[in-house]
């Protein structure tokens, strides 16, 4: 019989365990319990690299949010799915919630047309809701960040009312448009001026901060920052090994120092190594040589996938500006430099940079310093043929 694999490598996935990340859940736990005391608290952002565990965790923050009392909601931020529209249905879900409750009829219905004025002041030909001729008009008036300030101002007040904190949870936020970053923002702030029980836990790339700082300069206050990475030593070890031990497999030390070398302790590269190392054999203690015979195979599915999903979203251009990035030597690279190596003009290269950055491979660390969003990318790129041709290229 097959024995189950434990490990799991994707999106989002929980792994079997969680390994690290301690120091923030105990931070964000505490949080919680100011909230529930009364105590207002600042939101958090919890920023980082593709695959470092930002989703596991703000689900792992949020169970505990939950089990502590806290009323929670999770959004994702999609091209398609708007953060306006899934907002406004959780603070409707946190009113219905609330009106069970208690008799805070006035409050609740302020809180009910605060949500049709934000729903129309971000889509006014909204068709889910059922309005007044003379609604319509009240409503055009209105403005998205007032409109959503006017929103969490109400929840902000019911949760004060009835002592029961709300957290909403925001995951891949550099994706929300600017107008509907701003207009967090903003509500963020008055309900904080306040000291209304209500956060919000976002995560999402590194490039998070600075679009924060340059939708408002004083959103830097508003949150506080956790930036994760790769696992420690330590951690990383407990990641590979714990898994397996639910199904009494263990590993020899040096095939644990050499899975934690490949990896480098990355989560979503450690959860894809091991699930292969296991796919692979059939012992009960995994040795180095079952390690390193997984290594060729490990560096195919990530380069055919995971990498490759991304490089065959750039341009040749963009490609070239890439394979100039990995060839700086060490990273994070002058946009200079790239240019150097290109052998054009720094103006002349800026148009890709900003192309890559939208498309999520790049992000723009220092003004002038770039780096990649996938862990290890540059090692990919000096793996691949392309780059070598190119290389010799410009050698020659
Ligand atoms: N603390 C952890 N311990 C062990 N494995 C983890 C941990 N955190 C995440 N993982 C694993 O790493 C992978 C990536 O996790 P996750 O999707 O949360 O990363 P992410 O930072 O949200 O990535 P992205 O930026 O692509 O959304 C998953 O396979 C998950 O099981
Ligand atoms: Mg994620």
């Avoid at 004083?218 to 990475?229: D, N, Q, V």
């Avoid at 407990?238 to 009494?248: M, Q, V």
């Avoid at 296991?278 to 055919?304: C, M, P, S």
């Avoid at 310093?369 to 862990?375: K, N, Q, R, S, Y």
Wanted: glycine share 6%; proline share 4%.
């Amino acid at each position: 019989m097959n024995k189950p694999n434990p490990y799991r490598p994707g999106a989002g996935l929980m792994p079997t365990y969680v390994a690290g990340r301690d120091e923030i859940v105990s931070e964000v736990s505490g949080l919680y319990e100011a909230m529930l005391a009364g105590i207002p608290v600042q939101s958090v952002i919890i920023s980082g690299l593709r695959g470092v565990g930002k989703t596991v965790l703000i689900n792992r923050l949020q169970a505990i949010a939950e089990e502590a009392g806290v009323f929670t909601k999770y959004i994702e931020i999609e091209e398609k799915k708007d953060f306006i529209s899934q907002i406004a249905s959780c603070a409707q879900a946190y009113l219905r919630e609330a009106e069970k409750k208690e008799k805070l009829k006035n409050i609740i219905r302020k809180g009910m047309d605060a949500i049709k004025a934000l729903s129309l002041s971000f889509d006014p030909n909204s068709g889910n809701l059922s309005l007044s001729v003379q609604d319509r008009d009240l409503y055009h008036s209105y403005n998205l960040p007032q409109s959503l300030t006017d929103v969490f101002q109400a929840i902000g007040e019911v949760a004060q009312k009835t002592e029961h904190p709300v957290c909403f949870f925001v995951d891949e936020i550099q994706y929300m448009r600017t107008e509907e970053l701003g207009a967090l923002i903003s509500a963020l702030h008055r309900s904080n001026q306040l000291g209304y029980p209500l956060i919000v836990i976002g995560a999402g790339l590194p490039k998070l901060l600075k679009m924060l700082a340059d939708e408002k300069s004083y959103a830097e206050r508003l949150f506080t920052y956790h930036e994760i990475g790769s696992l420690t030593e330590k951690e990383a070890e407990l990641a590979i090994c714990e898994p397996a031990k639910k199904i009494r497999v263990t590993y020899e030390d040096t095939a644990v120092r050499r899975i934690i070398e490949i990896t480098k302790g990355y989560p979503f590269y450690v959860q894809q190594f091991c699930q292969i190392v296991f796919q692979r054999t059939e012992r009960e203690i995994i040795a180095l040589k079952d390690v390193e015979d997984a290594v060729a195979v490990y560096y195919h599915t990530l380069d055919g996938g995971f990498f490759r999903a991304r490089y065959e979203r750039c341009s040749d251009t963009e490609k070239e500006f890439t394979f100039a990035m990995a060839k700086c030597g060490s990273l994070p690279c002058e946009i200079a430099e790239v240019a150097r190596i290109l052998g054009r003009k720094t103006t002349s290269v800026s148009p890709y940079r900003a192309k890559l950055i939208n498309k999520g491979i790049v992000y723009a660390v220092r003004h002038s310093a770039l780096d990649f969003t996938v862990p290890e990318y540059d090692a990919f790129l000096r793996r691949c043929e392309d780059f070598h041709a190119w290389d010799r290229g410009i050698k020659s």
